[in-house]
RNA sequence: UUUCGGAGCCAGAUCUUCGCUCCGCGUUCUUUGAACCAGGAGAGGAAAGUCCGGACACCACAGGGCAGGAUUCCCACCGAAAGAGGGGGCGCGGCGCUUCAAGGCGCCGUGACGGACAGUGUCACAGAGAAUAGACCGCCCGGUUCGACUCGCCGCAAGGCGGCUCGCUCAGGGUAAGGGUGAAAAGGUGGGGUAAGAGCCCACCGCGCCGAAGGCAACGACGGCGGCACGAAAAACCCAAUCCGGUGCAAGACUAAAUAGGGGACUCGGCGGCCCGUCGGACAGUCCCGGGUUAGUCGCAUUCCGCGGCGCUGGCGCAAGCCGGCAGCCCGGAAAGGUGCGCCUUCGGGCGCGCCUAGAGAAAUGAAGAUCCGCCGUCGCUCAAUACGGCGGCUGACAGAAUCCGGCUUACCGGCUUCGGAACUAG
RNA sequence: GCGAGCGUAGCACAAUGGAUAGUGUUGUGGCCUCCGAAGCCAUCGAUCCGGGUUCGACUCCCGGCGCUCGCA
């Protein structure tokens, strides 16, 4: 299962938008926050990873490289016309790997295109 | 063998599966191009901090002065350059030898190491006195008064007068040896000398000045002169000498797209501090408000060669095989740049050997599994264990390229090589 | 990535290189009050870290650490 740079969020717009319109759930381990887009097409996601809350370069770099592999793992979960901000916390470097991917499995459940905001 | 220190090197290994960025043979589709895809490449010694220097780019071809900034013992060394490296000099500290001592010599370490008669300012508290030094105690001289002792004279006596010596108090003066204060008290030690003292005089040492063997130089063996004049601090301002134009790849160039040659204030503008000078010019420019675009390419990621190998691949052939292609890797070679070591040099550089040349753009180098190695914990064996074995755990040090290179600084679990010191054991 | 600036009690700020680093507020204890507030008195509490210069450093110099800001 591959990840396409067309599915990757670059704009700073892009992650402006998620952020002010979409929903967010905690998970722990990261923040997801995610909306609708109003053009049709495949998911798209962003990664996110603070100084302030995971720490130096190496950390943000490995934290953002687990979120990209568990998206790219389970991004058929996803339903297509997304747009999807993952940001991780603190925790996430203290968990392992397979607790985090359990969680984003879980928290996948929610997301339907339905339960989202219609007044986008 | 252990331990300490210096220098250099390494920075877990292998395999399987699935992915990421870049380069991409080939295939397919509609040429541009897109999709799929064989194969290949893909973090560091510090990639970090951004403290210095350079390349490169733009501002005028980078001009003059002022302001500002940087540097500061020397160098025939090294380097593109630097505040880097190397060597030397001098000072300071430690150790050893020597000396009565001061001092001298050797080794090791260390030093932001020009100038304090160019100028201005500072040195709190304490202390008598702190930079034109200073007399509190002490020591010495000492007039007067007083007292003691003694001598002489006068007097019958009480006593008076005068003198020597000593003491006390107080004027006055000498003295920087000693006490005490302080971070620092205006050369040290010894002797002479003196009323007491003092470089007042002498010897040695220190210091200053002059000369000087030697050395490129800093410096200086040695000699002479000077009785000492010269406190600290320039990481206070400052002075001298030397150097520096500014900005930094978000530099900058191009393409595409978009917009209202709009409103207000000020003014010739550029050469990002100021003046000169110069260039451009009568166009416009600067600031504020409002509006639009806020996309892509380049800068920017070594180049090339081989009837070579590997690998992939096209055509022909039943097949062996034959004829081709070559982006990539390996090997060999060449060139360019960089770097380390060595050698040569007419100081400009040259030669030889080894090594290196990844490149994103919300930003690649990852995930899972297995084995080995490493570390930690625990259990067993054992007299006891750091050795051996079992089990469990592990972000397996510090840390992630962002225009490139050199230096510096800072972070860091360990391992290997080598040199030096110390201790122990054996020969 | 490149470039500027800042760091003092819990908080907001002072302090020519020189008594024990000061002021307000907060905290703690006490007085006052029937209780509380206000007020009064007392008290605790700090120079970001490590070196250097100096007799002496919050101050001057160097190196780190942390924070803030600017640049298409």
Request: net charge positive.
């Amino acid at each position: 299962m591959r990840l396409r740079p067309g599915q990757h969020l670059r704009r700073n717009a892009d992650f402006g938008a998620v952020r002010e319109q979409g929903r967010r759930t905690d998970c722990g381990a990261f923040l997801l926050t995610w909306r609708v887009r109003p053009a049709a097409g495949p998911a798209r996601v962003g990664f996110v990873a603070s100084r302030a809350a995971v720490g130096d370069a190496v950390h943000r770099n490995r934290a953002k490289r687990r979120l990209r592999e568990i998206y790219r793992k389970h991004q058929n979960l996803v339903p297509p016309s997304l747009d999807l901000v993952l940001t991780a916390r603190a925790a996430l470097l203290r968990l392992a790997y397979a607790d985090v991917e359990a969680r984003f499995i879980q928290v996948c459940q929610k997301l339907t295109p339905t339960k989202a905001p219609s007044d986008v």
